[in-house]
């Protein structure tokens, strides 16, 4: 695998999770434990804007920088940092602890490793 495949399958995972937030923003929420709010209804455009910001920025990095290996390093400190929030967020709320949790965890985890081991 390379980087470039990577990134591509990286901004693909984030429009599913985009698009679950667009589409059932309720059910993505219960999957985690959490309820669909008012106060939710309105912080989650933003977040789900930021997710499709990071998508493009994903993307066209690709199309930017010719030797990937240079932001590797970066995207594995950026794929990371979901894992060290969500532990923070659930060790603070044990409720959090849900299989959507472990598996949002798996494969933000997945990331990490390979674009720490990816070469090229």
Known sequence: MNI???M???????S?????????????LESF???????????LPFAIMGQI??????????NWVSDLTKVAKTFA???AMPVA???????QNPLLFVPA?????AVWSAFVVLFLTTKK
Request: hydrophobic share 60%; aromatic share 12%; proline share 3%.
């Open 8 to 14: 591509r399958l990286l901004a693909g995972l984030m």
């Open 77 to 79: 400190l950026i794929t």
């Open 4 to 6: 470039k495949l990577l």
């Open 16 to 28: 599913l999770f985009t698009l679950g937030g667009i589409l059932s923003p309720e059910s993505m």
């Open 53 to 62: 910001f990071f998508i493009i920025l994903t993307l066209q990095t690709i």
């Open 33 to 43: 434990g959490m309820k669909y709010t008012p106060e939710a209804a309105t912080i």
């Open 85 to 91: 929030l969500n532990i923070f967020m659930a060790l």
């Open 101 to 105: 949790f472990y598996i949002e965890q």
